[in-house]
């Protein structure tokens, strides 16, 4: 599904990536563990294709095509599709307008989000004053209406109460898991997704295959998600740092 | 109440002073256009292209949902229709003739001699329309007016008087424009608008004028205790020189008024907007809200308000986006305040569209210049409530037919 080749990106000229090799197989989830400014969000942004972060080497392969330059609308056409941690406000532009504007039509608008206590946002302009939950919701909305086959999730747990989390994992796993496949015409296409997670708490609602440690703007060392999460709990992400040296 | 000798010597006095704002205009390069046209029984009897000026600026030949029409072309009434008894829609001089009393809102909330503009325009004794809700009548349906410019090289000048009388309410939209041969007019349009004890007026306004037109409105308000007033005004596709800067009193306790703005300046035009609000009565309220956006020309946003009595509150916003190299923005809000016991609050914001933005719609799937298109509608439209569907429409399709994701 996703191939990631010896990645380096420069967010204004200071390299936050320094030769990213990662891979998520089709069908699998992959979760991505890392402190804080170890580059996970740059490496989620780098994957959709935003401005501000320039490849200065290496590449993107996804479903088995290069699309290491390709434009971000190009790359939500074949199927990627993001969960934005902190996504803008826009003044003016009612969330319906949005959503129906990202869907093919073949979703309704007003069903999904009433799965979701999203029906009364409808109407009001994208983002401005969601909370936390609310912002979650609202991107979770948008990507169900825009039915992409690979997910990229950044942090979905985070800023999120307690009650709203065990919905927002429910609806989270209905999306990654349910059978009906994707809505683009891609033939056979399973679903995949790379997860942000800090806590690991939204492992308890997702099925993960597979998990990577990036620190530093490398990826460390990857194996089993619960594994590597208890170690991560256990002895800090130092630990991982010993590994890929015993590795090497 | 001025008589007529002693407004006569104002404005010959006037003659010369130019304007406060805006560039200059020699009104000696300028003949008066006709004041001689054939009139319309019906609007549909207009000709094609004239059928398509009027509906580009919400006005609807076929008039249906609407209580009433009335066409300027030139400098004659063309057309003028009512069919809603209480309400009162005829020419301007025909009123001053049949009410001897129109003489005491004539050249009152606009004085003659503002300037040159409306000194010219009351010497050539300007037509106009003349609209008036009598006491306790709410009109269903607005009421239509056009301006429109049919000759080339030419003055119009108008002079409207609206009155709308204790607890009625009435809507207009309004529709100037310039026909396709007629590019390098000016146009001078006075309008006095009254709103009484607990009335209110929602007014409406495209202006859709050709590239080197010139546009010199003088407009002046007054309100009385509890009345409102919402004035809406849309400019959307190129202009020679747009300055108008309408003045409002709240001069009546809980009296409110509203002004928006929308504007796009295209390259070469020169739009400058502004509008000004006098709190002169304890309790009152009024918001200016602009939303502007240059392509390249020169785009003014002004804003004053005036707080001249207790307890008022008012909040002026002006916001501009910057989509070419070329092109400048100017935004001037002012607050003035003459007691401590007001709120008066005022932002102003310029400048380009979001990048973020733009990506965070793209990676939905949505195409570059969709994804601007649909910023930039929001932020032209998107705050402004009860923005009337034939505005809603102009904004739509200006920003389509801009392109403005180029």
């Known amino acids: 599904m996703l191939q990631i080749e010896d990645l380096h990106v420069e967010v204004d000229g200071k390299e936050v990536l320094s030769g990213v090799d990662l891979e998520v197989p089709a069908g699998h989830t992959c979760v991505l563990f890392g402190p804080n400014g170890s580059g996970k969000s740059t490496l989620l942004h780098t994957i959709m294709g935003f401005g501000q972060y320039k490849i200065t080497k290496g590449r993107i392969l996804f479903l088995g095509r290069d699309i290491t330059h390709e434009p971000i609308d190009e790359r939500a056409r074949i199927g990627m599709g993001i969960m934005l941690q902190r996504p803008p406000n826009i003044v003016g532009l009612r969330l319906n307008d949005m959503v129906e504007a990202a869907g093919d039509g073949h979703l309704d608008t007003d069903e999904t989000a009433g799965a979701l206590n999203m029906k009364s946002f409808l109407e009001r302009d994208v983002n401005v004053g969601f909370s936390g939950g609310e912002i979650k919701r609202s991107e979770l909305l948008q990507l169900i209406m825009q039915e992409p086959c690979f997910f990229l999730l950044d942090e979905p747990e985070s800023g999120v109460d307690m009650e709203s989390i065990d919905l927002l994992g429910r609806k989270i796993h ?47 060392c990857s194996g089993r998600p619960r594994d590597i999460l208890r170690d991560i709990q256990e002895r800090g992400y130092g630990e991982c740092i010993k590994c890929r040296m015993v590795k090497l | ?189 006075i309008s006095e608008i009254y709103v009484h004890e607990g009335g209110s007026l929602n007014f409406s306004m495209i202006h859709n004028w050709g590239e080197k037109t010139g546009v010199r409105p003088r407009t002046g308000v007054e309100l009385g205790k509890n009345a409102s007033f919402v004035n809406n005004y849309v400019i959307m596709k190129p202009a020679g020189s747009v300055q108008s800067f309408p003045t409002c009193y709240l001069n009546g306790e809980g009296a409110s008024a509203k002004f928006n703005s929308i504007a796009i300046s295209h390259p070469g035009s020169e739009i400058d907007l502004g509008s000004q609000v006098v709190m002169n009565a304890p309790g009152t309220a009024a918001e200016i809200l602009s939303r502007s956006i240059t392509l390249g020309g020169e785009m003014i946003a002004r804003g004053k308000l005036v707080g001249n009595a207790k307890d008022v509150r008012a909040h002026l916003e002006c916001r501009s986006l910057i989509m070419s190299e070329e092109g400048r923005t100017l935004a001037i809000p002012e607050l003035e305040a003459m007691y401590p016991d007001v709120e008066m609050t005022h932002e102003a914001a310029v400048g380009k569209i979001a990048r973020e933005q733009v990506e965070y719609l793209m990676a939905r799937g949505i195409d570059e210049d969709e994804a601007v298109g649909m910023i930039v509608r929001g932020f032209l439209e998107g705050s402004i409530r009860g923005l009337p569907e034939s505005l809603r429409k102009e904004i739509d399709d200006a920003v389509n037919m801009a392109n403005v994701g180029h």
């Not at chain 2, 030949?61 to 072309?73: H, I, K, Q, T, W």
């Not at chain 2, 009162?88 to 909330?109: F, Q």
């Not at chain 2, 709308?164 to 146009?187: F, K, P, R, Y």
Request: glycine share 8%; net charge negative.
């Open chain 1, 174 to 220: 209905d999306l990654l898991y349910d059978k009906k496949g994707c809505g683009w015409d891609k033939g056979d296409c399973s679903k995949s997704a790379l997860v942000i997670t800090h806590t690991g708490r939204v492992l308890d609602y997702i099925d993960a295959d597979c998990a990577y440690v990036i620190r530093g703007g490398r990826i460390m």
């Open chain 2, 1 to 189: 109440m001025p008589d007529g000798q002693a407004l006569r010597r104002r404005a010959e006095e006037a003659l010369n002073r130019k304007g406060a704002f805006g560039k200059d205009y020699d009104l000696d390069e300028f003949e008066a256009a006709s004041r001689e046209r054939d009139s319309y029984e019906s609007l549909e009897e207009v000709s094609p292209e004239q059928k398509q000026t009027m509906m580009d600026v919400g006005v609807l030949p076929e008039a249906e949902d609407r209580s009433g029409s009335l066409v300027y072309m030139d400098n004659a009434v063309v057309h003028q229709s009512s069919a809603d008894q209480g309400l009162e829609l005829i020419p301007t001089l025909d009123a001053m003739d049949k009410y001897d009393w129109l003489s005491e809102y004539s050249w009152k909330a606009v004085p003659v001699d503002k300037d040159k503009y409306t000194a010219r325009a009351y010497l050539e004794n300007a037509n106009g329309y003349f609209i008036r809700v009598k006491a306790g009548k709410k009109v269903k349906f607005p009421v239509q007016t056009c301006m429109m410019i049919d000759t080339e090289k030419r003055t119009q000048h108008t002079h409207n008087i609206i009155i709308v009388e204790e607890g009625a309410s009435l809507d207009i939209i309004t529709g100037c424009a310039t026909s396709s041969h007629a590019n390098e007019s000016l146009h001078l349009g």
